[in-house]
């Protein structure tokens, strides 16, 4: 029963088209995951999230237009906003400091999108 | 952990401390003659010094910009004022004998907060101080970055590819044609893994002057035609117009043509990335007024470069427009590879630009000839067509 009772939607933010892509179709293979949206730039995630009001976001640090930083401290000035995941190829310590004082948690690239599910379903509700 | 170099001649002395410390720190123990200081955190000795920990004491005390490495200094049983002045003067702190665990911790505690402090002192003081030096370092650090993500990005795209095909076929899930897209993906951004690293091969052996340049008799006119051509297919998909022009004969030059090519092929691709849809790429060639040098321009329509950014084009990962915000030609290393495969063979490269406009770069290779070689016809081919595939911007 309770294990995959709840349906995650999931907006995946990262400029590098074939990685959203790929990562978009790996995590909609899982029945309780569905992706809600894909932002190329900080615009986009903003728009999206207003649009969609999505469950988790999958969010890159390094997009054009707008740093995945600004993004984040937007996003959890939300009231009742999603849970972030950051995903970066980059471990800059200060940067991974400052975005899980933000709140969010954050994952290395490259990371499989099973273990993301994982992560995902185990959050605390 | 932090680590304590034990340098005490008192045998009871040293099994003391090193019982007191050896659940909380690493310890080392001093051996005869070598100096072992550059490792520790904090040295504990007592009298009667070592020489080298004396020196070393008075060299950092003069240093401003020395990161305090604390030495602790053991009374004799007789008291603290039975130390010599040079002992005093080499230490940071003085504990009495025999020595109390509590005192000990203290003390220890003390010097290393003190240890921590200097050392974020210094890394400020070498941030602010535009020393050419650590400035160099910042740089070899932020290089390693973008190389370790421009590496890390295709890679973790293949294996997003690789992970549906596995997941798919063990369920039987996916449609042919999703994995025949998956492949495709998968094999772009491979290729485009090769290409970073073939550059970064190649600029390595350009400088380490390891690279050879195997000269030919080329017609440097119908050579780009051929570059030109081989770009047209690409060109068309991004419905660019791409014109070769080239009003006269131009000169034979003895060129190494795989790195001709490979400037060119940079300089196109370059070109292309930038101009956007319904734009106009032109490749000019003709000789220079004095018949002395060859000159080869590739203008776009593009969006153009603003002026300051121009100065530091041609080096490794520098992007017009900032860092790390917007990822360009395959990481950088395109227009630095340009540059030293130009040098190689002497040849000039300059750019123009105007935001909003558009780009050129010329390319100008001096006239020379080699003896031997007839006039290369028909080598005009990709070398190793594979790396050399364009790919879309990320």
Sequence with gaps: MGYLSKNFKILIADDNRDFAAMLSQNISLYPDMSIVGIASNGMDVMNMLQRHKPDIVLLDIIMPDMDGMEVLRQICEMEGGPTVFMLSILCNESVVNQSIRLGAKFLLKPIDAGSIVLKIRSLDN | MERILLAMKDKENLKTVSNFLENNFTLMFYENGIDTTALADLVIADEGLPPFLRENAARSKKDQNAILRPLLLIAPKEGISFIGKDDWMAADEVISSPVNKMELYTRIE??????????????????????????????????????????????????????FLSVSMANDFSSLENCRNTLEISKRNTLRLLRIINNIIDLTKLKTGNMKAYLHNTDIRRFLEGVVDSVQAYAREKEIKLVFLAEEPCAVIAVDQNKLERVLFNLLSNALKFTPRNGKVTVSVGNSPDRKSVMIAVRDTGIGMPQEKLRGIFEAFSYADGALSKRADGCGLGLALVKSLAELQGWGVRVESKLGIGSKFCVELPVRTVEADALAEGSFSVQNGIAYEFSEID
């Design chain 2, 110 to 163: 003390a010097l290393l907060r003190m240890r921590k402090q200097s050392m974020l002192l210094a890394e400020q003081r070498l941030l602010q101080d535009g020393d050419g030096a650590l400035l160099a370092n910042e740089q070899l650090m932020s290089f390693f970055s973008i190389l370790s993500h421009e590496l890390k990005t295709p890679l973790a795209v293949v294996l997003s590819c690789l992970e």
